[in-house]
C-alpha cells in the first residue's frame, strides 16, 4: 500500500463515480471528521459544502447550467449568490468541472505558501491555451495595488487568446 497525502486521497474520492448523485452527508470531509474537525467548524462546513458542489458538477451532463460564480477570498463578505472558497486549490476544483460562469479574485489570502489568486489566474491562462479551456467571467477584487494589476494583465492576456 503506498502513503497518499490528504490531497492525494481527496483527489481520488473525488474523481469516484457518483451514480446516484450522493448527498452532502456522502462527502469525503463528512466521512473524515477527525481530520475535517482539525479545520475548525467553520471551515469544516465549508469543505463540505466544497466537496458536495465539485461531486454534483461532476455528475451533471451539463455542468455549465449550475453557473457557479465563485468568489475566492479569505476575509471579505461573501456577496449573496456567489459560492465562497478560501483557497486557489478550491477554485481550482470547481474551475474544472466546467460549472463556473464568474469568479472574482483576491490576491492575498493569508497563507502565501498555499497560494495566491495570482494562481488561479495562471492556471485559467495555461489551461485556455494548452487545453482550450473556456474560462469563466473573471474579476479582481483584490486590495493589493500591484497584485491586483499582475492579475488584470493577467487576464487581458487570457482574454486575447480566446
Request: hydrophobic content about 40%.
Amino acid at each position: 500500500m503506498t502513503n497518499k497525502t490528504q490531497k492525494q486521497l481527496i483527489d481520488d474520492y473525488l474523481k469516484e463515480p457518483t451514480n446516484p448523485p450522493l448527498g452532502k452527508e456522502d462527502s469525503f470531509w463528512a466521512n473524515v471528521v477527525p481530520v475535517g474537525r482539525e479545520f475548525g467548524s467553520k471551515d469544516y462546513e465549508r469543505l463540505v459544502e466544497h466537496d458536495h458542489l465539485v461531486r454534483t458538477a461532476r455528475t451533471l451532463s451539463d455542468p455549465a447550467s449550475l453557473a457557479l460564480r465563485v468568489f475566492l477570498d479569505d476575509e471579505r463578505i461573501t456577496p449573496e449568490g456567489w459560492v465562497r472558497v478560501c483557497w486557489p486549490n478550491e477554485a481550482i476544483d470547481l474551475l474544472e468541472t466546467n460549472a463556473v460562469a464568474e469568479i472574482s479574485l483576491d490576491h492575498d489570502l493569508g497563507n502565501d505558501e498555499r497560494g495566491t489568486g495570482y494562481d488561479v489566474v495562471v492556471w485559467i491562462e495555461e489551461a485556455v491555451a494548452l487545453h482550450g479551456f473556456k474560462p469563466p467571467k473573471m474579476a479582481v477584487h483584490s486590495a493589493n495595488s500591484s497584485a491586483r494589476e499582475k492579475m488584470e494583465a493577467g487576464i487581458r492576456v487570457i482574454e486575447g487568446l480566446l
